[in-house]
């Protein structure tokens, strides 16, 4: 472990701890989990920017430390949550850099008006929750806590208006941030804007709003992202579209490989019992010469036991592949990670990798499903050619040999 991960899991204990000791309960959107999804949505716009790790660790320990001022209130918390980042921060890190940590932690005051790189990741990663799919859990949180704290009570119209302000005065400050939030930050202002019709359908925008609303379209912004927001619900319809379509498909090929397998095992058995029956009963009475008119009969029905078994078991049998896929053939995504046979020989670190790779471009991920049905469609095209010519033999040499039964008893 590094002694900048050892020192960031020394401030995680420390702040946790802090939290359960100095935090009012009443703090239920500025509470621990607040600070951890901030902290994981800092690490996430920073790997964006692919800070160094001296700035990745200071923007982090801005981060677990800056709404510790809370412990005395919402008011100049920053500066008190200053002091005790350089409190616990004194000896551990240099004092520049405990310097440019309280710059960050000052940069999440809202207005916020970041005026480093670093301070825009942090004020971006402190209001990422408003792109987010927990939005809604983190406004009623806060709208709870003023009610807490400040005894700040607002009616659901209020309450609304308050939010679609909000919202439509806040922007992103890194392209990181832009392109991982506003997506849904446009849909929620949209729900927002539709819950403030459906309270008072007579109620038109204030002036603030269409103000606001005028400023954003004239730059193309709004309209960008609402359009946006429409095309991402849209994918993603199309997105669960796809996905029912591989996981029926899938399904389907698992299905008939499994009833493949059932019916070939049934093969297997019935004719391993008829084999058995010729051994015990009629082979003895070839050896003790009672009777040589059954020999072809008993030959043929043996023959016919005996190709359907090969039959069946190569339908059963598995392929033996190589198991390993090369980083080459991954970057020029060709591979099929989502095979076990075409991996097992693959090392730990190589495989992460492709899997990664893979997880990261949807294009290849879905090229691979595709790619993995369509091996499944010829394991299985195999199997049931097979699995006929197993039932073919069974059927027409049963009969034939039947038919030769009847004639040596004839005779």
């Known amino acids: 472990m590094t002694p900048a991960e050892q020192l960031l899991n020394e401030v995680e204990a420390h702040i946790a701890d802090f939290f359960a000791q100095n935090i009012s309960t009443q703090y239920v959107f500025h ?4 600070t951890i999804q901030t902290v994981a949505a800092t690490k996430t716009i920073g790997e964006g920017f ?9 923007v982090l320990l801005a981060t677990w430390f800056h709404d510790t001022g809370y412990a005395e209130g ?5 500066e008190r949550s200053c002091a005790n980042a350089a409190q616990f921060l004194e000896g551990k890190i240099p004092p520049e850099q405990v310097l440019e940590v309280q710059s960050c932690i000052r940069a ?3 207005p916020q008006k970041p005026e480093s790189l670093l301070g825009q990741v942090i004020a971006d990663a402190d209001l990422s929750h408003l792109g987010m799919e927990i939005y809604w859990d983190r406004t009623s949180r806060l709208r709870q806590e003023f009610v807490l704290t400040r005894g700040n009570v607002m009616s659901d119209q209020d309450w609304v208006d308050f939010e679609i302000n909000f919202m439509l005065t806040h922007e992103y400050h890194t392209v990181v941030a832009q392109e991982l939030f506003n997506k849904r ?4 202002i949209q729900q927002l804007l539709k819950q403030k019709r459906r309270l008072n359908p007579s109620l038109a925008p204030t002036v603030d709003e269409i103000s606001l609303l005028e400023e954003k379209e004239k730059t193309g912004d709004l309209k960008k992202v609402l359009k946006e927001s429409e095309n991402e619900i849209k994918s993603a319809r199309f997105g669960r579209g796809v996905e029912t379509m591989y996981r029926t498909t899938y399904r389907t090929h698992t299905n008939l490989s499994a009833m493949a397998d059932s019916k070939a095992n049934l093969m297997l058995s019935v004719n391993a019992i008829v084999i058995s029956i010729l051994v015990s009963n009629l082979l003895p009475k070839l050896q003790d010469g009672a009777s040589w008119k059954i020999v072809v009969p008993t030959v043929l029905l043996t023959a016919t036991c005996l190709g359907s078994m090969v039959f069946a078991t190569l339908a059963t049998r598995p392929k033996i592949t190589e198991g390993k896929v090369t980083r080459e053939a991954i970057k020029q995504r060709k591979a099929n990670l989502l095979f076990f046979g075409n991996f097992f020989n693959m090392n730990l670190d190589d495989f992460q990798w492709g899997v990664n790779e893979m997880l990261t471009d949807p294009e290849f991920l879905y090229s691979s499903m595709s790619r993995d049905l369509y091996f499944l469609g010829i394991v299985l095209a195999k199997k049931y050619k097979y699995l006929s010519t197993c039932y073919n033999i069974f059927m027409y040499g049963l009969i034939i040999s039947m038919a030769a039964f009847a004639v040596s008893a004839a005779m």
Not at 185 to 188: M, P
């Open 74 to 78: 919402p008011a100049d918390h920053e």
């Open 185 to 188: 930050k446009a849909k929620h």
């Open 50 to 58: 692919r800070l160094d790790p001296q700035d990745m660790l200071t």
């Open 108 to 110: 999440t005051k809202v």
């Open 31 to 34: 509470d621990l989990g607040h």
